[in-house]
């Protein structure tokens, strides 16, 4: 009896994993896994009974809290970004291959499988998890190089109906939903606003603005105007009235892990009031030495999450560099949400490094800052002096 445990997402490259998983590699059983990150409630719905259907076991797990906690949380006090995109899809996948991983190693498998193609990021944040599971490692969307057509006409041959044929490949979770494909391939492509599900577009984006309050604790959001709240109604919350003002639009090109470029459009409100407040909150109350090193840190903590590739040790190292530092990131941050903008109006933190010492309206002795000045620019005038004829 041989057994694999499936990454499953409903769509039709991991529901035509199930019968070539089957016939093509000869697996005796198939558990179809599908890792509930917040995508919308609709697909989930439709995936659990073509999964049920389709797979011997189907396992639906719940994740959003893991998600939100172990994954979008750290991604914030990282300061999240890869090229201006704010990870959405490749925070997520290591988390997904993780849980297959588990019901792989309780349920005695002896494989783990994905639907990913050979072009994109998400086959190699798949296969690095699952590869430091021991077990083999499938996917066979990739090794037997099928085309979208060869894809659906498979489908069709063994029963699998997709009743719309999907204009888009989109990846939809709390923290982002990546919409790429079609005619997006083309990058001079105007995207239709159809294609835009969680924000509006500034010409329809409410009239008045918002003023907000949004609380931190060690680097992370607790409270919102006021009100404590969990890490994912707050994330629903602002994703909700973020896109209600057209905040969180990206139209980018972006250099895949593979080294081509692609063209992607990304919404994610919450993602970026909550890393505008934090990045915001990091300047008060961190030192500039900090400051310039860490963003180093969340540059390469980003470039790490972008290539999936969380299981290095740097990634742990990062992380306990980076929480060292929140210990101070505490404090409020008051932003406006207007038009299609995101911006902090305001911030107050008990660990702020701020003094008033320097303002304009206190009488104070300023000689002391002429011996600093007159070495400041030292090298410079050197450098002028020796180099000026
Ligand atoms: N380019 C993004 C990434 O690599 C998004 C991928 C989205 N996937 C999708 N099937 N639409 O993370």
Redesign the pocket.
Known sequence: MKKVVLAYSGGLDTSICIPLLKEHYGYDELIAVIVDVGQPEEDLKAATERGEELSDLYKLIDAKAEFVQDYIFPLIKANGNYEG?V????IARPLIAKKVVEVAKGEDADAVAHGCTGK???QLRFDAVFRTSGLEVIAPVREMSLTREEEKLYASEHGISFESEKRW???ENIWGR????SELEDPSFFPPEEIYKWTSSVANASKEAAIMEIGFEYGVPVSLNGTEMDGISLIKKLNDVGGKHGVGRTDMI?D?VLGFK?R?IYEHPAATILLEAHRDLEQLVLTRHELRFKDFVDRTWSELV?QGLVMDPLFEGLNAFVDKTQGRVNGTVHMKLEKGAARVIGRESPNALYTKDVSFDVKQEQRGAEGFSLYHGFQSSVFRKRYSD
């Open positions: 995109y990870l959405g899809t490749a994109g990021n998400d490949s989109i990846d990546s919409i790429e494909g972006e895949r692609s992607e972008y």
